[in-house]
C-alpha cells in the first residue's frame, strides 16, 4: 500500500499524484478539504482517505472502493456510475446526485437534497445508506435505485426533512422508526412494511451498513421500515408537447 501525505501537496498536484500511482490500495492522510479525490476514477482501486474530504469525493466514478474515515463536504458520489463509498462521519449536502450505480454508505447525518435525480437501468441500482437523517428534499425527482435513512443518530431532528420525494417517479426511500409524514412530499405513498420478506429487497445493505459500521444488525431491525414510492411515475405529462391522454 502506497501512503501519501496530503499536507504535501497542493490541490493540483496531489490529484496528479495520486493518479500516477499504480498501487491498488493507496492511503492519504492529512486530508483537509482536498476536493476531486477519487473523482472520475474508472478502476477497483481502493482509496483510503483520513480527514475531511472537500467537495465531489468520488464524482463520476466508475469501480474504485473509497473509505472516508471522517467527513465529506458537498457532492460525495456525484453522478457516481459503479463503485463503493464508505464514510465513517457525516456528508453535506447533494450526496449522491445524480447516482446511476454503485453504493454510497454514511454512518452518521446527511445534509440536504440526497439523492436528487438518482437513476437506474437495468443492472445499474444504485444504493444509498444513510444512518442517521438526511435534510430537505431528499430524494427530489428521484427516477430510480433505493435510499435508506436509518435514524440511529441519537438526537431530536426528524428522519428527513421538508419535501422528501418531492417530484420523485421511480425508486424507493426506505425510512426506518418513526416517520415524520408531514414532511412527505404530497406525490408519494408510503407503506409500513409489516413482512420479513418485504424487508429482502433491502437486508443485504442492511448488513453491509453493519459491517461497516460495527453494529448489531438485530438493533437495525428492531424499528419498523416505511418504504415510500411515488404515487404517479408520470407527474409532469401535463407539461409535454403535443401529449395525448
Not at 460525495?76 to 450526496?95: C, F, K, P, Q, Y
Not at 454514511?106 to 437534497?113: H, K, L, T
Not at 431532528?157 to 417517479?169: E, F
Amino acid at each position: 500500500m502506497t501512503v501519501v501525505d496530503a499536507g504535501q501537496y497542493d490541490q493540483a498536484s496531489l490529484l496528479e499524484t495520486l493518479e500516477k500511482i499504480s498501487d491498488p490500495e493507496i492511503e492519504v492522510v492529512q486530508v483537509n478539504g482536498q476536493r476531486y479525490l477519487g473523482c472520475g476514477w474508472k478502476n477497483r482501486k481502493k482509496l483510503i482517505l483520513r480527514g475531511t474530504a472537500g467537495n465531489n469525493l468520488g464524482a463520476f466514478a466508475d469501480g474504485p472502493h473509497i473509505l472516508l474515515y471522517g467527513n465529506g463536504q458537498e457532492g460525495v458520489g456525484n453522478t457516481m456510475s459503479e463503485g463503493l463509498i464508505v464514510v465513517h462521519g457525516r456528508v453535506g449536502d447533494i450526496a449522491g446526485y445524480g447516482m446511476r450505480g454503485g453504493e454510497l454508505y454514511i454512518r452518521d447525518n446527511a445534509g440536504y437534497r440526497l439523492g436528487i435525480h438518482m437513476k437506474a437501468y437495468i443492472q445499474k441500482q444504485p444504493v444509498i445508506v444513510v444512518g442517521g437523517r438526511a435534510g430537505a428534499f431528499a430524494g427530489e425527482y428521484m427516477a430510480g435505485g433505493t435510499i435508506i435513512i436509518l435514524g440511529m443518530t441519537d438526537d431530536s431532528w426528524p428522519l428527513v426533512g421538508s419535501w422528501c420525494g418531492t417530484g420523485m417517479y421511480g425508486g424507493a426511500i426506505y425510512l426506518r422508526g418513526e416517520v415524520p409524514y408531514q414532511n412527505l412530499a404530497p406525490n408519494t405513498t408510503c407503506q409500513v412494511l409489516q413482512e420479513e420478506k418485504e424487508l429482502e429487497p433491502i437486508r443485504p445493505y442492511l448488513q453491509r451498513y453493519a459491517d461497516y459500521f460495527n453494529y448489531d444488525i438485530g438493533e437495525i431491525l428492531s424499528q419498523p421500515f416505511t418504504r415510500v414510492t411515488p404515487v404517479n411515475q408520470r407527474l409532469y405529462k401535463h407539461m409535454y408537447t403535443g401529449f395525448v391522454s
